[in-house]
């Protein structure tokens, strides 16, 4: 059996699931955000790609940080929908209890057992999204999800989105070791 084109898909598969926090006019806003990913070490960057329409697009912009929220399996039902209402039409602010971080527009999600400040650290217009970069200032743990001072994924207990069957997962077991497994075939 063959590999079959199925044509301009685009879509990694898993994609970490998370919140995306902004802030805007005074207000704490969220988005559902399964686009991102680490993109540098030293300086830690993270990039998240939003929809130019979206109203997070527009508060990263005006402020200038953010912050990227992972949130557990039993926070999907919320999780979902900050992804369909748009905080133009909604006030998202009251949905989460926040906790202080670093910065002033990046929220930290108490709910949320993984929380990551990020100051914007350089942009690109693409034709549909923004490409964000925010260099990371903060990352807050609940202290329960640690092992030896390292968020432990099992106990984080985070979930990814799949596309384009838009499902959610959860992560599984650990399946072999990176940077390590494949010394066998050297």
């Known amino acids: 059996?063959?590999?079959?084109?199925?044509?301009v898909?685009?879509?990694?598969?898993?994609?970490?699931?998370a919140i995306l926090g902004s802030r805007m006019d005074g207000r704490n806003n969220y988005m559902a955000l399964a686009w991102v990913s680490r993109v540098?070490?030293?300086?830690?960057?993270?990039?998240?790609?939003?929809g130019k329409r979206h109203f997070s697009n527009a508060?990263?912009?005006?402020s200038g940080e953010f912050s990227v929220n992972i949130p557990s399996v039993?926070?999907?039902?919320?999780?979902?929908?900050?992804?369909?209402?748009?905080g133009g039409k909604l006030d998202k602010s009251e949905l989460f209890e926040?906790?202080?971080?670093?910065?002033?527009?990046?929220?930290?999600i108490s709910k949320c057992p993984v929380s990551i400040e990020c100051k914007l650290f350089d942009s690109m217009e693409l034709p549909n999204d923004t490409l964000f970069v925010g260099e990371v200032v903060a990352t807050w743990c609940d202290e329960d999800v640690l092992t030896d001072e390292v968020p432990d994924i099992k106990k984080v207990n985070?979930?990814?989105?799949?596309?384009?069957?838009?499902?959610?997962?959860?992560?599984?077991?650990?399946v072999g070791r990176a940077w390590h497994d494949g010394k066998k075939m050297k």
Request: aromatic share 8%.
């Open 1 to 7: 059996m063959g590999k079959k084109n199925i044509g």
């Open 9 to 17: 898909q685009g879509f990694t598969m898993p994609m970490p699931q």
């Open 40 to 50: 540098n070490y030293n300086p830690s960057l993270m990039m998240i790609s939003v």
């Open 59 to 62: 508060a990263i912009k005006a």
């Open 74 to 86: 039993d926070m999907i039902e919320v999780t979902d929908f900050v992804g369909m209402v748009s």
């Open 98 to 108: 926040v906790e202080k971080g670093e910065l002033e527009n990046a929220p930290v």
């Open 158 to 174: 985070p979930f990814t989105l799949t596309m384009p069957d838009n499902r959610y997962w959860d992560i599984g077991v650990c």
